[in-house]
């Protein structure tokens, strides 16, 4: 059961993150693709059809994280944000990398593949080409490897593709509706 109404996002595809505990009677959703909490009375939320969630906490139990990140919040850095305003050791974090589209249904084109490499070269290893100018982008690829690079070498999930499985996701590319799944995550 869930402790408390979750502070919901206005996502905007970004790498803006907010403390969840100072939205304790929030009257509008802030907005943002990601957020923290350090009181157990506060629920992080994300909404996600094809994008990734990635879920975040503190083995100490004292602190939890939430990122909606899809190809643009990835691109910008939404993980390396997260895990800054979460204002703890890296290497004492663990993630879980929820349901996203996978490699072999997401096609991009050269401009999603410039937006990663124009920031980090190693990025390309998240890439495969699909087609003259178009690639298939490994969302979990580019978390896992965001999250690597941060300190965080705990990291699980990453096996699901919310475009392959129609029996158990929603999936934006496959079925064009407005219909999204909710991760949460909070202290205990």
Avoid at 79 to 97: F, G, H, N, P, Y
Wanted: hydrophobic fraction near 50%; glycine fraction near 8%; include cysteine.
């Amino acid at each position: 059961m869930v402790p408390a109404e979750p502070l919901w996002l206005h996502q905007v595809h970004g790498c803006d993150v907010v403390r969840a505990d100072e939205f304790a009677e929030a009257r509008e959703a802030p907005a943002a693709d990601a957020s923290t909490a350090r009181s157990p009375s506060r629920v992080c939320a994300v909404l996600t059809a094809d994008c990734l969630p990635v879920l975040l906490a503190s083995r100490a139990g004292d602190v939890v994280g939430i990122a909606h990140a899809g190809w643009r919040g990835l691109a910008a850095g939404v993980i390396e944000a997260t895990v800054r305003a979460m204002a703890s050791d890296a290497s004492q974090l663990v993630a879980w990398l929820g349901p996203a589209i996978s490699a072999r249904a997401y096609e991009v084109g050269a401009d999603v593949r410039d937006a990663f490499l124009g920031r980090d070269a190693t990025a390309a290893v998240a890439f495969a080409s699909a087609r003259p100018g178009h690639w298939w982008l490994d969302l979990y690829a580019v978390a896992r490897q965001r999250l690597r690079a941060l300190g965080v070498a705990d990291v699980s999930g990453g096996t699901f593709c919310t475009h392959g499985q129609a029996e158990r996701f929603f999936s934006w590319r496959r079925e064009r509706e407005a219909a999204r799944m909710a991760a949460l995550v909070w202290l205990a």
